[in-house]
């Protein structure tokens, strides 16, 4: 199976299972505080990764944990809204990509210099 058609089918298993998890889960613990990353499905397509980035880092545990419970409930619609061989098996990864960016942008931004320590700066070598 070539490379494409696996990456095809992964930006398509994610966009469903947000699809899934945005519209048809009526648990109180997710909320729209959240976004599916990333899919990873495997090349027999039975198995597939799905990467979460939750912004709120006190409501994570409790969104993963409603993820977990209704996994077979969001494999089983995603078998119905997608004709393939296998619904892959689902586990749900905690992705921080998100969020070491923010922290990576706040580090540079402490380090960079202000406008007016710039100006100080050029006012004593003058």
Same mark, same amino acid.
């Given at each position: 199976?070539?490379?494409?058609?696996?990456?095809?089918?992964?930006?398509?298993?994610?966009?469903?299972?947000?699809?899934?998890?945005?519209?048809?889960?009526?648990?109180?613990?997710?909320?729209? /505080?959240? *976004? %599916? /990353?990333? =899919?990873?499905? /495997?090349?027999?397509?039975? @198995?597939?990764?799905?990467?979460?980035? %939750?912004?709120?880092?006190?409501?994570?545990?409790?969104?993963?944990?409603?993820?977990?419970?209704?996994?077979? @409930?969001?494999?089983? =619609?995603?078998?119905?809204?997608? !004709? !393939?061989?296998? *619904?892959?098996?689902? /586990?749900?990864?905690?992705?921080?990509?998100?969020?070491?960016?923010?922290?990576?942008?706040?580090?540079?931004?402490? =380090? =960079?210099?202000?406008?007016?320590?710039?100006?100080?700066?050029?006012?004593?070598? *003058?």
């Amino acid at each position: 199976m070539s490379y494409q058609r696996i990456d095809r089918i992964s930006e398509e298993v994610r966009r469903e299972i947000d699809a899934i998890i945005r519209e048809e889960l009526n648990d109180p613990r997710i909320d729209g /505080t959240f *976004s %599916v /990353t990333r =899919a990873d499905v /495997t090349g027999d397509l039975r @198995y597939a990764k799905i990467h979460i980035s %939750v912004l709120e880092d006190d409501k994570r545990e409790d969104l993963m944990q409603a993820l977990k419970n209704a996994r077979g @409930y969001i494999r089983r =619609a995603l078998g119905k809204r997608m !004709i !393939i061989r296998y *619904s892959p098996e689902l /586990t749900f990864i905690s992705d921080k990509n998100i969020e070491y960016g923010v922290h990576i942008a706040k580090v540079l931004a402490d =380090a =960079a210099p202000r406008p007016e320590e710039e100006k100080a700066e050029d006012e004593q070598k *003058s």
